[in-house]
């Protein structure tokens, strides 16, 4: 769906110019959530307003579904929440919503209910949407941010820094709206400096470092490349619970009196663990099986 | 675990997949060209149908401007003070400033500045008209006044006596203006 | 492009301080009203409505999130430029009103017939006011796709500033006053609109000029901002 082509960005005037961008080259499938990783300053941002069409690469090629990336049609079905929230501060929260509802083209008779609907769904009060934005906390902007982006039912989602700001609901509801567009099919691209969110949504994470793209790893489906696994057993128990799952055969370690992590990370793993904890009559309170970003990013720090 | 059960799932289609609207945000219409192109032919026709009025070899340069140039060029202010409807002011126009030589003279030793009555058109003028006739007692037309960059009157000359007379006007009031 | 305009008289209407310089500028021009020909002080209202009307959008991040709309960039430009004719013609009217009815009032209560100018003569100012706004905002508007902040309305003032040096310079060097004047006369004409509404400069050089610099400036500033390209700094 969006084809990237060895694009490079340089910035800057005659004497400072900096390669934002440097032959960066990625693909993302339609219906792929993808996450972009990386310090700050390495491209990430200049890489999504390229992908927006707002950057023009000064090599390579963007494509999106065989089209320029700001053409008219991919606008249409585009959700785009930037890093910088910029508002009229004088606009009420509904008269914004309403605005960029009829922008993306809907249907104006439908613009109160829909900007309703948007704002419930991006966690933010009916009262609010009569105040005007400048009485807005950190936290509220970037509600009508998710609802403006969300609000026209996009197919094709920009997301920098979504949760950046937010207090926890905010950081659920804005994964929740992303997994709830992913189920409607929709392509995502997340950016992102919280892995774990990142972990949760993104099937595919690509690191960004001084503009170059060094590194893609897939966190789901057959092509996952690291899991972990963890269990959690009541407290105290966890050094019991490595001796019974080593008395059969897995591999494990203690991370806390109550987690235990599976040397292995794969799932078919974890269910034999679980069932040997139960036969060993050790309660299991949670077994889950994640993507380990953390892990990832800090190995690739490393080098 | 969805925090927002129970309310209207989004689940219909992007907004506008009907009536898609192809090309590039950042594309041009060609139509603005057609609308350049209208307005440069309407400037040359209005060019081409208002020169038969008032053009001349002679630099005029607008009014309230007169006096900081004169200052600044230590030159003496030429007033023309002319109508649209005066027949002899339009001869004025074609026989004396359109001469090379009476331009070339004006143009190097005065500052030249026309001052167009309106009141047959209008019923009155602008007050800088008015003030600019009242002070140098203007009372006819063509009336050409030399005045020095303070506003002094130096010379003084009415209607059309012909290219000679109008040649030694000039060059005594220059003359005057000299010390 | 509807909604950009409206957007726009939301932007402005809406924010106490702009509304109060408004007034402010009313009540001012409604002295000099209706004997300047270019409106005068009216012509601030044109500067307080269209300063730096697309760099704000721009540094404050509104744009990219417009952009990413199905909107071509002509129609936010035109949007908002027609936001600003229309913002200005509002101007004028509560400017109208307050000149035919506060002396009329004060007429009544200190019982002082003054001379009350006919309407006919008011509108016709109106009307010179805002046509005269027109070349203003296009220009401030050609400014702002390219200059950041109040840039455009430093620009605009720089432009009247060198137009009156060239004509003071006129005197010792005229081939700088004649300069001065040609630019003058082509990118900000003063178009006699009195003589234009009774028809007679109508197809005057004065208006051919006035059309052509408004054209220029309109298509100038949408080729810019056509292709302008956005970032911010973060990353």
């Given at each position: 769906m969006i084809v990237v082509e060895a694009v490079s960005k340089t910035y800057g005037r005659f004497g400072r110019k900096t390669r934002?961008?440097?032959?960066v080259s990625l693909e993302v499938r339609r219906g792929e959530t993808l996450g972009l990783i990386g310090p700050?300053?390495?491209g990430k941002t200049t890489l999504l307003s390229c992908l927006l069409g707002f950057l023009r690469p000064e090599s390579g090629s963007i494509t999106v579904d065989g089209r320029a990336p700001d053409d008219l049609s991919v606008r249409a079905r585009t959700g785009y929440l930037p890093e910088r929230l910029g508002f009229?501060?004088?606009?009420t929260g509904a008269a914004f919503l309403a605005h960029h509802w009829r922008l993306s083209g809907g249907d104006p008779d439908r613009a109160k209910e829909e900007t309703r609907a948007a704002a419930e769904r991006a966690g933010l009060a009916p009262e609010a949407l009569?105040?005007?934005?400048?009485?807005?906390s950190r936290g509220m902007l970037q509600r009508a941010g998710v609802a403006q982006a969300m609000i026209a039912n996009p197919d094709l989602l920009f997301l920098d820094e979504?949760?950046?700001?937010?207090?926890p609901l905010g950081v659920a509801i804005v994964r929740d709206r992303i997994l709830e567009a992913k189920g409607r099919g929709a392509t995502i691209v997340l950016n992102s400096h919280q892995l774990a969110e990142v972990e949760k949504v993104c099937d595919r994470v690509v690191f960004i470092d001084r503009g170059r793209l060094t590194r893609t790893e897939a966190l789901?489906?057959?092509?996952?490349t690291r899991r972990k696994a963890t269990i959690r057993v009541p407290a105290g128990r966890a050094a019991a619970a490595v001796a019974a799952l080593s008395a059969s055969g897995i591999e494990a370690a203690a991370s806390s009196d109550s987690d235990v992590r599976l040397a292995s990370g794969e799932e078919e793993g974890l269910s034999r663990a679980v069932k040997a904890l139960v036969l060993a009559d050790i309660p299991v309170f949670q077994a889950r099986s994640d993507a380990d970003l953390e892990g990832l990013f800090l190995e690739k720090d490393d080098k | 675990m969805d925090r927002t059960e129970g309310l209207p799932a989004a689940t219909h289609a992007p907004v506008s997949a009907g009536e898609t609207r192809k090309g590039s945000q950042s594309k041009v219409s060609p139509i603005l060209l057609w609308i350049l192109l209208a307005a440069v032919l309407l400037r040359i026709v209005t060019a081409v149908t208002d020169?038969?009025?008032?053009?001349?070899l002679v630099s005029w340069i607008a009014a309230d401007m007169a006096a900081t140039a004169a200052r600044a060029g230590s030159r003496p202010i030429l007033y023309?003070?002319?109508?649209?409807?005066?027949a002899p002011c339009h001869i004025l126009d074609r026989e004396g400033w359109n001469d090379r030589e009476i331009a070339a003279l004006v143009n190097e030793r005065f500052v030249a500045a026309r001052i167009v009555d309106r009141q047959k058109e209008e019923g009155k003028n602008t007050p800088a008209i008015a003030e600019l006739q009242r002070r140098y007692g203007v009372?006819?037309?063509p009336t050409l006044v030399v005045a020095s960059?303070?506003?002094?009157?130096i010379g003084k000359f009415t209607g059309w006596r012909g290219r000679e007379a109008l040649a030694m006007f000039l060059r005594e009031s220059r003359a005057k203006a000299e010390p | 492009m509807r909604e950009m305009v409206r957007r726009f008289l939301r932007q402005k209407f809406g924010n106490l301080g702009v509304v109060l310089a408004l007034v402010a500028i009313a009540l001012l021009a409604m002295i000099f009203f209706p004997s300047q020909e270019s409106g005068g002080p009216a012509g601030l209202a044109v500067l307080v409505l269209a300063a730096g009307s697309i760099s704000k959008d721009a540094s404050s991040g509104a744009l990219q999130m417009i952009l990413a709309?199905?909107?071509?960039r002509s129609e936010y430009l035109f949007g908002r430029y027609l936001g600003i004719l229309s913002a200005y013609a509002v101007f004028l009217l509560f400017t109208l009103l307050l000149v035919v009815t506060l002396p009329r009032l004060f007429s009544l209560l200190f019982d002082q017939p003054g001379p009350h100018p006919p309407l006919t003569s008011l509108l016709r100012a109106a009307g010179a006011a805002w046509l005269s706004g027109t070349l203003v905002a296009a220009t401030l508007l050609f400014f702002s796709t390219f200059l950041p902040g109040f840039g455009d309305v430093l620009a605009f003032i720089l432009v009247q500033f060198s137009f009156g040096i060239g004509g003071a310079l006129g005197g010792r060097f005229p081939a700088v006053a004649k300069a001065a004047t040609i630019a003058r006369e082509n990118l900000m004409p003063d178009v006699a609109w009195s003589q234009v509404f009774r028809g007679?400069?109508?197809?005057?050089e004065a208006t051919g000029r006035f059309v052509l610099a408004l054209t220029v400036f309109l298509i100038a500033a949408t080729l810019v901002f056509s292709r302008r390209e956005f970032s911010y700094g973060q990353d």
């Amino acid at each position: 769906m969006i084809v990237v082509e060895a694009v490079s960005k340089t910035y800057g005037r005659f004497g400072r110019k900096t390669r934002a961008l440097d032959g960066v080259s990625l693909e993302v499938r339609r219906g792929e959530t993808l996450g972009l990783i990386g310090p700050n300053g390495a491209g990430k941002t200049t890489l999504l307003s390229c992908l927006l069409g707002f950057l023009r690469p000064e090599s390579g090629s963007i494509t999106v579904d065989g089209r320029a990336p700001d053409d008219l049609s991919v606008r249409a079905r585009t959700g785009y929440l930037p890093e910088r929230l910029g508002f009229d501060r004088d606009s009420t929260g509904a008269a914004f919503l309403a605005h960029h509802w009829r922008l993306s083209g809907g249907d104006p008779d439908r613009a109160k209910e829909e900007t309703r609907a948007a704002a419930e769904r991006a966690g933010l009060a009916p009262e609010a949407l009569r105040k005007k934005l400048r009485t807005y906390s950190r936290g509220m902007l970037q509600r009508a941010g998710v609802a403006q982006a969300m609000i026209a039912n996009p197919d094709l989602l920009f997301l920098d820094e979504p949760a950046s700001g937010t207090d926890p609901l905010g950081v659920a509801i804005v994964r929740d709206r992303i997994l709830e567009a992913k189920g409607r099919g929709a392509t995502i691209v997340l950016n992102s400096h919280q892995l774990a969110e990142v972990e949760k949504v993104c099937d595919r994470v690509v690191f960004i470092d001084r503009g170059r793209l060094t590194r893609t790893e897939a966190l789901r489906g057959e092509a996952a490349t690291r899991r972990k696994a963890t269990i959690r057993v009541p407290a105290g128990r966890a050094a019991a619970a490595v001796a019974a799952l080593s008395a059969s055969g897995i591999e494990a370690a203690a991370s806390s009196d109550s987690d235990v992590r599976l040397a292995s990370g794969e799932e078919e793993g974890l269910s034999r663990a679980v069932k040997a904890l139960v036969l060993a009559d050790i309660p299991v309170f949670q077994a889950r099986s994640d993507a380990d970003l953390e892990g990832l990013f800090l190995e690739k720090d490393d080098k | 675990m969805d925090r927002t059960e129970g309310l209207p799932a989004a689940t219909h289609a992007p907004v506008s997949a009907g009536e898609t609207r192809k090309g590039s945000q950042s594309k041009v219409s060609p139509i603005l060209l057609w609308i350049l192109l209208a307005a440069v032919l309407l400037r040359i026709v209005t060019a081409v149908t208002d020169s038969g009025k008032g053009k001349t070899l002679v630099s005029w340069i607008a009014a309230d401007m007169a006096a900081t140039a004169a200052r600044a060029g230590s030159r003496p202010i030429l007033y023309d003070f002319t109508a649209a409807w005066c027949a002899p002011c339009h001869i004025l126009d074609r026989e004396g400033w359109n001469d090379r030589e009476i331009a070339a003279l004006v143009n190097e030793r005065f500052v030249a500045a026309r001052i167009v009555d309106r009141q047959k058109e209008e019923g009155k003028n602008t007050p800088a008209i008015a003030e600019l006739q009242r002070r140098y007692g203007v009372e006819g037309f063509p009336t050409l006044v030399v005045a020095s960059a303070d506003g002094r009157e130096i010379g003084k000359f009415t209607g059309w006596r012909g290219r000679e007379a109008l040649a030694m006007f000039l060059r005594e009031s220059r003359a005057k203006a000299e010390p | 492009m509807r909604e950009m305009v409206r957007r726009f008289l939301r932007q402005k209407f809406g924010n106490l301080g702009v509304v109060l310089a408004l007034v402010a500028i009313a009540l001012l021009a409604m002295i000099f009203f209706p004997s300047q020909e270019s409106g005068g002080p009216a012509g601030l209202a044109v500067l307080v409505l269209a300063a730096g009307s697309i760099s704000k959008d721009a540094s404050s991040g509104a744009l990219q999130m417009i952009l990413a709309r199905p909107i071509r960039r002509s129609e936010y430009l035109f949007g908002r430029y027609l936001g600003i004719l229309s913002a200005y013609a509002v101007f004028l009217l509560f400017t109208l009103l307050l000149v035919v009815t506060l002396p009329r009032l004060f007429s009544l209560l200190f019982d002082q017939p003054g001379p009350h100018p006919p309407l006919t003569s008011l509108l016709r100012a109106a009307g010179a006011a805002w046509l005269s706004g027109t070349l203003v905002a296009a220009t401030l508007l050609f400014f702002s796709t390219f200059l950041p902040g109040f840039g455009d309305v430093l620009a605009f003032i720089l432009v009247q500033f060198s137009f009156g040096i060239g004509g003071a310079l006129g005197g010792r060097f005229p081939a700088v006053a004649k300069a001065a004047t040609i630019a003058r006369e082509n990118l900000m004409p003063d178009v006699a609109w009195s003589q234009v509404f009774r028809g007679e400069g109508l197809l005057g050089e004065a208006t051919g000029r006035f059309v052509l610099a408004l054209t220029v400036f309109l298509i100038a500033a949408t080729l810019v901002f056509s292709r302008r390209e956005f970032s911010y700094g973060q990353d």
